[in-house]
């Protein structure tokens, strides 16, 4: 039969999950990065996972397909032990403090002692799928946008959190456009003023959503 139903333009995905959790059918799952359809019987055709993707790699289209199968779909959650709707809840946040913009960040607050540090271009979070898990879990985050915000006083400010906390790591997460830079130029500088020597590490991600180095 012919019928609307999800196509994925595999170019455009970045295998960020998000579209796999919007969806309450599972019809759904990434497989080796990419967002892949598991089966025609298993999607309404109705889009919820259409407005949820960042990079537009979702569209639906007619074409000749399964009609869609309620009980496929129940069967197949079955199989996992959870409705789609659960294991979307399932996911955690791994933020360990509140505020996380540069500006708002006490100085003296005591989650900063001996901390693993995550200084992160606010886009990079929206960007990286798994963002969470890969960067912010046991991290302490602090994050701003170099172009938008005042960049000298990123450097005043971090200088001043590093100058009173003995910081155990730091890690710099920007994406792979000119304006952040000024992320890495703010840390580097306040590292440097305060004297600051952890090992440290610099994360780039494009906007494919990719870490590239």
Known sequence: MIRKIVNIDEEKCNGCGICAQACHEGAIDIIDGKARLMGDEYCDGL??????????????IQRESKPYDEQSVEDKRGEHGESTKEQV?????????????ISLINPKAPYLKGADLLIAADCTAYA????????????????????????EYYKE????????????????AR?????????????????????????????????QGEIIS
């Open 89 to 101: 809840e399932g996911i955690k946040s791994e933020l360990m403090q509140w505020p996380v913009q």
């Open 128 to 151: 990286y799928g798994d963002f969470h898990r890969k960067f912010i879990k046991d991290r302490i985050t602090l994050i701003g946008c170099p172009k938008l915000d005042d960049n």
């Open 47 to 60: 889009g919820d996972c259409l407005p949820e993707c960042p990079t537009g790699a979702i569209s639906i």
């Open 157 to 172: 400010k971090l200088t001043e959190i590093l100058s009173k906390n003995d910081v155990n790591s730091i890690t710099v």
């Open 175 to 207: 994406m792979e456009v000119p304006c952040c830079g000024g992320i890495i130029n703010a840390v580097r500088f306040a590292m440097l003023q305060s004297g600051t020597i952890v090992p440290y590490q610099e994360i780039v991600i494009n906007n």
